[in-house]
């Protein structure tokens, strides 16, 4: 299976071939969860193979992820338009609550007895 030229993104190997370029392509169609920092390394990837590439149609694949990444970032563009400032107040708290549940260690393993 031929691979891509390795990625100078940190953590951008992550599309080594033209099955990893599909299901890529499959997860922006479909919608599937994804944060600003994987879309950002995402977007940088696909640069890269656009840029180092010679196959036209993964040019177009690649080009066709992008074109589906920017659809996901007006779409969410527009919602926070229309929110009002007591919904876009809620909106960000509910963000803010996620990031810190993402960033709390599970306390496994911790010294520090529970209450204190």
Not at 10 to 20: L, M, N, Q, R, V
Not at 64 to 87: F, G, H, V
Request: hydrophobic fraction near 35%; glycine fraction near 4%; charged fraction near 35%.
């Amino acid at each position: 299976m031929r691979r891509f030229p390795p990625s100078k993104v940190p953590g951008g190997d992550f599309i080594e071939t033209k099955a990893d370029l599909r299901m890529v392509a499959r997860s922006l169609k479909e919608r599937w969860p994804t944060s600003d920092t994987q879309r950002r390394k995402i977007l940088k990837r696909l640069l890269e193979i656009i840029d180092l590439n010679d196959d036209p149609k993964v040019t177009v694949n690649a080009i066709r992820c992008m074109a589906a990444l920017d659809k996901i970032n007006l779409d969410q563009q527009r919602m926070l338009e229309k929110l009002t400032i007591e919904e876009l107040k809620t909106e960000l708290l509910n963000r803010l609550t996620i990031i810190q549940q993402r960033e709390q260690p599970l306390g496994i393993g911790s010294s520090t007895p529970p209450g204190k």
